[in-house]
């Protein structure tokens, strides 16, 4: 089991497939570094930070960045790949609604090249990926590589994981300033726009003022949700786009990644907060024995320090030792009762330990911190489906899921799947369109949706909708089955 693939609760037991391919050829990591540099711009102004260049009409460039990278009107400079600096007329920002994006113009007759955006499911491909951007503390630009998280185990993991687009997870490390800019995969070609990284600001007593504590992963909007929202929005730029995916990676390729997944040596410092940063880093680059070192050696240095023993909870579980993860997650609620991140993942860790009880007394101490938490919703939803067969109770969780965000296709998936048990097809049915209506990548609910269809006697509907399962994972044995055993019925 991959360290980044845990919580079988958010997968309402159907199996998670992992993609197998042959080795070939790629793109190396300095050249994609290349491409990386080509493409991208500073945004000077207040708060710095990052974008990339995706079109071009006549003299007149486009800049694809973070919309709260300029948020406020105020005086900002786009530095081009050359160095050359814009003024930027902040009436042309076009702000794209309902996403953290925004689209920047800035003329010249120079030549610079254009970003060439990926419009397939990048979080389906367990595939390397890149990010690039300006570093504001250390005014350079910064290059690494990571891995794509699984949108099952993203939702478990990170807060508000689809607020403002946000869709793509990934372990690069990023810094402050990279907000804005490209995430690559393996040819180049730009799959999201990176803008988040999991952390919480502590004041801390050593240092007399507020640190930032990176705790979790960086987060991405898709270019697929990018070019929808343009698209709705009227926005029809000389887009360069390509949906093919990329190339697996062969093992000269995964040599060249060597360097940029590289951390910075320990700090000097007798910082807590430096040393649980460091942990952090070593977490995302899969270094799970020098992390635990590292969050260690924070405790040692401030014994009460809980994002250290939170984060060592989840280095524990990826050496599989989930009860001690459990132990250091219960010494993390001990120092800060209301810490909901623990809660949260002590609920979903239970669960795979068949603690099913202690699972749902976790989940509703988080949801009393806070109670829009969607996600956590639906994961108690998905247990009180899966473990207890509490139909009505698990439409209840799944309900209040949609409440607070009603375009949350894993709840209408999990709505569908509560109905049928208690046999409601039709209405089953009506819950799991809408769930491929806002997801069509959501393969468990086509698979979902075949099966009630079928019970519905519907059969070419049904292998319609197992088909469309299928060209998301050709490989898929149980979808393989379905088709096979319908068959026989038309």
Known sequence: ????SKFPVLLLGLPAIVMQAEVANAYSAEEIHQIAREISVTIDGQNPGSGFIV?????????????HVVATEDEYYIIAP?????????????????????????TSDRSYQVATLANYAADELDRPVFTYGWVTRDRETLFTAGQIISRDFALGVTRNPVDRGYKLFYTNV??????GGPVLDLEGRVVGVHGQADGQ????EDLGGLVRVKLGFSAGIPTTKMLQVATQSGIDLNWQVTATTPRPIGFEEQLSLEPFLAVAPPPDSRNAVDWSNWGNHLYRTRQFPTALEAFDRAIGLQQNFYPAWYQRGNVLYALNDPWAAIGAFDRTLQIEPDFYWAWRDRGALLSTLGDISGALVSFDRALEIQPDDHVIWYMRGNLLTQELRRYDDALRSYDRALEVNSEFAPAWMGRGKALYELGEPDTALAALDRAVQLDGELVPAWILRGLVLASLERYPEAIESLEAAQRLRPSDPQVRRLLEELGRFF
């Open 174 to 179: 990023t810094e402050k300033g990279m907000s």
């Open 55 to 67: 079109a071009r009409e006549g003299n007149t460039y486009w800049v694809l960045t973070a919309k």
């Open 201 to 204: 600001e502590l004041y801390d």
């Open 1 to 4: 089991m991959s360290a980044f």
């Open 82 to 106: 050359d160095g050359d600096e814009h003024l930027l007329d902040y009436r042309t920002v076009e702000k794209l609604p309902g996403v953290d994006l925004a689209l920047l113009p800035f």
